[in-house]
């Protein structure tokens, strides 16, 4: 087979990589946009729900409040209605950061693999030029020995 039709050959395949890496590109960034509608809804339920709860013990906390009679009990209320909240807090980041962990893994997720291909290729291409180059050359080298 003459040698132009192999490198013709050979950058037809490559082309039909690059085609299927761009599209296997499309697909996982689909995917991964997916991944984010769902966890960003979840994300936006956990805020919404913490938000009304907070808005919940906030007012429970002022009844209890205007009910009483002695600075030491309203002390003894807000002091606990500090504590609780505080420690709603930490909770609450601790789920939110996980949550938004758990975004970024699954989103990620699609991509893996992806570079190692396009490694593989780009190595795959990268030895056939130097075979093509090294050919070539000794083509070149071949024929000035006959010439001279």
Do not use: C, H, W
């Amino acid at each position: 087979m003459p040698r132009d039709t192999m490198n013709q050959q050979y950058m037809g395949q490559q082309a039909e990589a690059a085609q299927k890496l761009g599209k296997d590109g499309m697909d996982a960034m689909l995917r991964s946009f997916g991944s984010l509608s769902k966890a960003s809804q979840a994300i936006a339920v956990e805020a919404t729900d913490f938000a009304k709860q907070s808005f919940e013990l906030g007012t429970a906390t002022m009844e209890k409040l205007a009910g009483v009679r002695s600075l030491d009990k309203a002390l003894e209320i807000q002091t606990e209605y500090m504590k609780t909240s505080y420690e709603r807090l930490v909770a609450q980041s601790t789920k939110m950061t996980e949550l938004y962990q758990n975004l970024a893994k699954e989103m990620a997720k699609p991509f893996e693999g992806m570079v190692a291909k396009a490694q593989d290729q780009a190595s795959k291409a990268q030895d056939r030029a130097f075979a093509v180059a090294k050919d070539g050359f000794n083509k070149i080298e071949d024929e000035a020995k006959q010439a001279a």
